[in-house]
C-alpha cells in the first residue's frame, strides 16, 4: 500500500501532530508499505524534497487554539501539490487536520485516492470552521473516512462537520515511556519530586495555577520540589517565587524524549493543571506508561484518558486549591498511588504504537472500499478558480 501522510505544520518543528505522523511513517514502513510525508516548511530548511519527505510552503506563525501554529499561507502551493499528487499515485492520503489552510486542503482538492482525516483539535470554537463552512463542507465531502484522536475531539469536529468519526488514540512508544527507566541522580535525595511538563507560557497549559496551589503543597510537604520541563520563560515567574520564597522550583527547560521519560522516572507525581482545549494528553499517557502518579485538571480531554480515582486523580480546573488537596493526596497515601499506578500500566496498553496502527488499518481498507464504490467527489470548479488565481 502507498500511504501518503499529510501535515500542515513546520515539519521542522516540534509538536503532536507532526511526532505522530512520524511514528505512524515508522511504523506502516515496519509493516512494509510504502510511505511519503507532505508538509509544511521553514525558512531555515526551505522546499525541498528528499524522496520520503516533501516539505512544501512556507510556514508563519498564526495564534491558534491558545498556542502558536505554525502553518503556510502561502497560494503558491496549490499548483506545487497539483503537480505532487499527478506525478504519484498513492492508495491512501491520510491528512491530519484535514481542513486546516493550505495545504491539506490543496491536497483534499486534487486527491484522487482514497482519503482519511484525522482530527486532534479538541477547543470551543473556531472562527475559521465558522465562517467558511459552506467551502469546507465540499471538502469534508471528500473523506472517505474520518478520524478524532478523543471523544472531545471527536465532539468539536461533529459540531462543525457532523457524520461519522471514529476515535483512534494517539500512541505511545512503550519500549521508551515504561516503568523501570533510571531516574536522574541529582533528583533521588529523599525529597518529594512534583513534575510538569509542557510549554507552561502557554496560558492554557494552567501552570500559574500549580505555582499557586505549590506553598499549599509545602505546608504539608515542605520537602517538596516542582521541576518544570520544556520550553518557555522562567523569567517572568521570579517575581512570584521570590515573594513566596519559593526556591524549590526547578526550571529544566526542554529536554529530548529520552531525558524526558528519566524525569518521569524521577517524579512522585506528574501534574498537569491544563485549563482546556486540550484533546488528549499525551503527556498523561507518558506518565502512565512510566508509572507516575498523575493529578490532573478534569477537562474533557484529559477524562477521556484519566479514569478518576483509577488511573489518576482528576480535579477542578483553574482551581489552586482543588489542585493543591490532590497533590497532598497523592503524596500522602502510599496506596493509592500503588493503586493508580498498576491499573494505569494496564490501561496504556491500548496506546501502544502497533495497536493504533493496526486500527488505523482497518480504516485505510475501509477507506479503500468506500473509495472504489462511490469514487472521489470532484472538486474541478473550485480547483480552476484556485489555478487561475494561483497563476
Same mark, same amino acid.
Given at each position: 500500500?502507498?500511504?501518503?501522510?499529510?501535515?500542515?505544520?513546520?515539519?521542522?518543528?516540534?509538536?503532536?501532530?507532526?511526532?505522530?505522523?512520524?511514528?505512524?511513517?515508522?511504523?506502516?514502513?515496519?509493516?512494509?508499505?510504502?510511505?511519503?510525508?507532505?508538509?509544511?516548511?521553514?525558512?531555515?530548511?526551505?522546499?525541498?524534497?528528499?524522496?520520503?519527505?516533501?516539505?512544501?510552503?512556507?510556514?508563519?506563525?498564526?495564534?491558534?487554539?491558545?498556542?502558536?501554529?505554525?502553518?503556510?499561507?502561502?497560494?503558491?502551493?496549490?499548483?506545487?501539490?497539483?503537480?505532487?499528487?499527478?506525478?504519484?499515485?498513492?492508495?491512501?492520503?491520510?491528512?491530519?487536520?484535514?481542513?486546516?489552510?493550505?495545504?491539506?486542503?490543496?491536497?483534499?482538492?486534487?486527491?484522487? +485516492?482514497?482519503?482519511?482525516?484525522?482530527?486532534?483539535?479538541?477547543?470551543?470554537?473556531?472562527?475559521?470552521?465558522?465562517?467558511?463552512?459552506?467551502?469546507?463542507?465540499?471538502?469534508?465531502?471528500?473523506?472517505?473516512?474520518?478520524?478524532?484522536?478523543?471523544?472531545?475531539?471527536?465532539?468539536?469536529?461533529?459540531?462543525?462537520?457532523?457524520?461519522?468519526?471514529?476515535?483512534?488514540?494517539?500512541?505511545?512508544?512503550?519500549?521508551?515511556?515504561?516503568?523501570?527507566?533510571?531516574?536522574?541522580?541529582?533528583?533521588?535525595?529523599?525529597?518529594?519530586?512534583?513534575?510538569?511538563?509542557?510549554?507552561?507560557?502557554?496560558?492554557?497549559?494552567?501552570?500559574?495555577?500549580?505555582?499557586?496551589?505549590?506553598?499549599?503543597?509545602?505546608?504539608?510537604?515542605?520537602?517538596?520540589?516542582?521541576?518544570?520541563?520544556?520550553?518557555?520563560?522562567?523569567?517572568?515567574?521570579?517575581?512570584?517565587?521570590?515573594?513566596?520564597?519559593?526556591?524549590?522550583?526547578?526550571?529544566?527547560?526542554?529536554?529530548?524524549?529520552?531525558?524526558?521519560?528519566?524525569?518521569?522516572?524521577?517524579?512522585?507525581?506528574?501534574?498537569?493543571?491544563?485549563?482546556?482545549?486540550? +484533546?488528549?494528553?499525551?503527556?498523561?499517557?507518558?506518565?502512565?506508561?512510566?508509572?507516575?502518579?498523575?493529578?490532573?485538571?478534569?477537562?474533557?480531554?484529559?477524562?477521556?484518558?484519566?479514569?478518576?480515582?483509577?488511573?489518576?486523580?482528576?480535579?477542578?480546573?483553574?482551581?489552586?486549591?482543588?489542585?493543591?488537596?490532590?497533590?497532598?493526596?497523592?503524596?500522602?497515601?502510599?496506596?493509592?498511588?500503588?493503586?493508580?499506578?498498576?491499573?494505569?500500566?494496564?490501561?496504556?496498553?491500548?496506546?501502544?504504537?502497533?495497536?493504533?496502527?493496526?486500527?488505523?488499518?482497518?480504516?485505510?481498507?475501509?477507506?479503500?472500499?468506500?473509495?472504489?464504490?462511490?469514487?472521489?467527489?470532484?472538486?474541478?470548479?473550485?480547483?480552476?478558480?484556485?489555478?487561475?488565481?494561483?497563476?
Amino acid at each position: 500500500m502507498r500511504i501518503l501522510f499529510v501535515s500542515p505544520f513546520d515539519f521542522g518543528a516540534a509538536g503532536g501532530v507532526n511526532e505522530h505522523i512520524i511514528q505512524l511513517d515508522r511504523q506502516f514502513q515496519a509493516l512494509g508499505h510504502e510511505t511519503r510525508i507532505l508538509a509544511a516548511t521553514s525558512i531555515d530548511h526551505g522546499e525541498h524534497d528528499d524522496g520520503h519527505v516533501y516539505r512544501l510552503g512556507q510556514a508563519v506563525p498564526i495564534p491558534s487554539n491558545g498556542s502558536m501554529a505554525r502553518i503556510t499561507l502561502s497560494p503558491l502551493v496549490i499548483h506545487k501539490v497539483r503537480q505532487f499528487l499527478e506525478s504519484e499515485q498513492f492508495d491512501v492520503i491520510h491528512l491530519h487536520e484535514p481542513l486546516a489552510p493550505v495545504l491539506p486542503l490543496a491536497v483534499l482538492l486534487f486527491s484522487r +485516492s482514497a482519503n482519511v482525516g484525522t482530527f486532534h483539535a479538541a477547543r470551543t470554537t473556531n472562527l475559521f470552521y465558522l465562517y467558511t463552512k459552506a467551502i469546507l463542507d465540499m471538502f469534508v465531502g471528500k473523506l472517505h473516512a474520518r478520524v478524532a484522536v478523543s471523544e472531545a475531539a471527536r465532539e468539536f469536529a461533529d459540531s462543525h462537520f457532523p457524520g461519522d468519526y471514529e476515535i483512534v488514540p494517539n500512541g505511545i512508544n512503550l519500549e521508551q515511556f515504561r516503568a523501570g527507566v533510571e531516574p536522574l541522580p541529582h533528583l533521588m535525595d529523599g525529597r518529594k519530586n512534583i513534575l510538569f511538563l509542557g510549554r507552561f507560557n502557554e496560558s492554557r497549559k494552567g501552570f500559574k495555577y500549580l505555582l499557586r496551589a505549590f506553598p499549599l503543597v509545602r505546608e504539608q510537604f515542605p520537602d517538596a520540589r516542582l521541576i518544570v520541563v520544556g520550553s518557555g520563560n522562567p523569567e517572568r515567574y521570579e517575581r512570584f517565587l521570590e515573594q513566596h520564597g519559593m526556591h524549590d522550583v526547578l526550571f529544566a527547560g526542554f529536554v529530548d524524549p529520552a531525558t524526558k521519560a528519566r524525569y518521569y522516572a524521577s517524579a512522585d507525581v506528574y501534574c498537569s493543571p491544563a485549563t482546556g482545549r486540550e +484533546s488528549f494528553g499525551i503527556v498523561l499517557v507518558e506518565a502512565m506508561a512510566s508509572g507516575t502518579p498523575i493529578v490532573a485538571s478534569a477537562i474533557p480531554g484529559f477524562q477521556g484518558v484519566i479514569k478518576n480515582g483509577e488511573t489518576g486523580i482528576l480535579v477542578e480546573p483553574k482551581d489552586e486549591h482543588s489542585l493543591a488537596v490532590g497533590l497532598v493526596r497523592a503524596l500522602a497515601d502510599t496506596q493509592l498511588r500503588e493503586r493508580i499506578t498498576t491499573n494505569a500500566l494496564e490501561e496504556v496498553r491500548q496506546y501502544d504504537w502497533a495497536r493504533v496502527t493496526q486500527r488505523l488499518l482497518a480504516v485505510y481498507e475501509r477507506a479503500m472500499s468506500a473509495h472504489e464504490r462511490t469514487g472521489t467527489p470532484d472538486l474541478g470548479h473550485v480547483a480552476a478558480s484556485l489555478v487561475a488565481t494561483d497563476g
